[in-house]
């Protein structure tokens, strides 16, 4: 039987280790050895006994609080890669080699990577890759550069940062790249999302996949409450729950990760706190909105739900997801550093009170529901044991 090696490099969501795990438990049903090499190591999630952890080797700035670092907004992947460090000489070479080195203990068959450029970097050639995860961090890599995804032009010049990659890499002994996204060139990409919410969408071969939702979606109901899913950042956004306090309809809140005192303090504001997660199907059920600081599984499950959804973003990735919401007329979107509390009180109760909103989610759900299956995690087991 084959070694299949996972990796994870980039991305904070805890989404790469539910798909990664979802990975994992098909593999070693047909008795495969999986071995996971992740960004954040943890054993929350239902891994088989016999799945071997390891640490994933970090990007220089990953060690820090990137959200924390300032400075300019990115337009493309290439500033989201210098960010967390590909401008630093030696950043990508030394990776490659970490890699290199995982490599040698583990001797895997085949790759996935979930976000993991210099894994797809130390694979090529060596060992088959498939690369997996979102369409926003499965950038094509056969485009000569990174496209913008602002309409604004990159805060770092590709020419500039190419030339600082491939001099370090020359002075390892390693292949220089052609471009930035070959980077993420892989033997085959799954690419998990709806093609109306790819950002990559004019520039892909290779079809999108399933989203990766791995729970009963249910179907929407009669439902008239407002359901907030919330994580660390939004707790700390107070204009948020401000504004939903003056709103005045009922909101049912899952804060993810919030203190005693925190749950404490939005009951005080009037909202129902729920003190753990609840089953997506019963959220459907009694939502006429959901509301959720755009996380693609929890948005696709709503479209799929036929329930209108409302991003409340604080990056790229999530203010993309809301902003096709938006073009689909299926809900809205809002920064969540530019809320002002009266103003978002209002546009929540228009849109709450718009029927055409839950007409039009109602009436495109059973499109994005019929393409559900199979999932990209069947999907990539397949490929993997095929590959290996």
């Not at 890499?169 to 980077?183: E, F, V, Y």
């Not at 909202?271 to 959720?292: H, N, Y």
């Not at 299926?330 to 509390?341: E, S």
Request: with cysteine.
């Amino acid at each position: 039987m084959a070694r299949i090696l996972l990796g994870w490099e980039l991305g904070a969501n805890r989404g790469h280790l539910v798909r990664m795990a979802d990975i994992a438990r098909r593999l070693t049903a047909e008795g495969h050895e999986v071995v996971i090499a992740a960004q954040r190591l943890s054993r929350d999630f239902d891994l088989p006994r016999d799945v071997k952890l390891w640490q994933a080797p970090l990007w220089p700035r990953l060690l820090g609080n990137v959200g924390a670092l300032g400075g300019p907004v990115p337009n493309t992947m290439g500033d989201i890669l210098v960010r967390v460090g590909l401008d630093i000489p030696d950043t990508l070479p030394v990776l490659i080699q970490a890699w290199h080195q995982i490599f040698d203990a583990v001797r895997p068959d085949a790759v996935a990577a979930d976000f993991a450029p210099a894994l797809l970097c130390a694979a090529r050639g060596r060992i088959p890759t498939l690369a997996i995860g979102l369409a926003f961090d499965s950038v094509p890599g056969h485009l000569d550069e990174f496209p913008s995804l602002t309409g604004q032009p990159p805060v770092y010049a590709e020419a500039g940062v190419l030339g600082v990659v491939n001099a370090s890499m020359a002075a390892a002994g390693l292949k220089p790249l052609a471009h930035l996204p070959q980077l993420f060139a892989a033997d085959h990409a799954l690419a998990g999302t709806f093609t109306e919410l790819d950002v990559y969408a004019k520039w892909r071969r290779e079809p999108v996949v399933a989203p990766s939702v791995a729970h009963p979606i249910g179907e929407a109901g009669a439902g008239e409450e407002i359901f907030l899913y919330a994580d660390a950042a939004l707790l700390r956004t107070p204009a948020l729950w401000d504004g939903l306090a003056r709103s005045g309809l009922p909101i049912r809140v899952y804060a993810q990760g919030a203190s005693a005192a925190q749950q404490v303090e939005l009951t005080r504001l009037g909202l129902a706190v729920e003190p753990s997660p609840i089953p997506f199907a019963r959220i459907a059920e009694r939502s006429r909105v959901v509301m959720t600081y755009g996380g693609l599984g929890f948005v696709s499950s709503a479209l799929s739900a036929g329930v209108p959804v409302v991003v409340v973003h604080y990056d790229l990735e999530k203010a993309l997801t809301g902003q096709a919401i938006t073009r689909l007329q299926l809900g809205g979107h809002v920064y969540a550093g530019a809320i002002q509390p009266e103003a978002f009180a209002t546009s929540l109760r228009q849109l709450y009170q718009n029927d055409s909103f839950q007409r039009r989610a109602r009436e495109l759900a059973p499109g994005f529901r019929a393409r559900l299956n199979p999932s990209q995690e069947e999907l990539a087991a397949r490929w993997l044991i095929d590959a290996a």
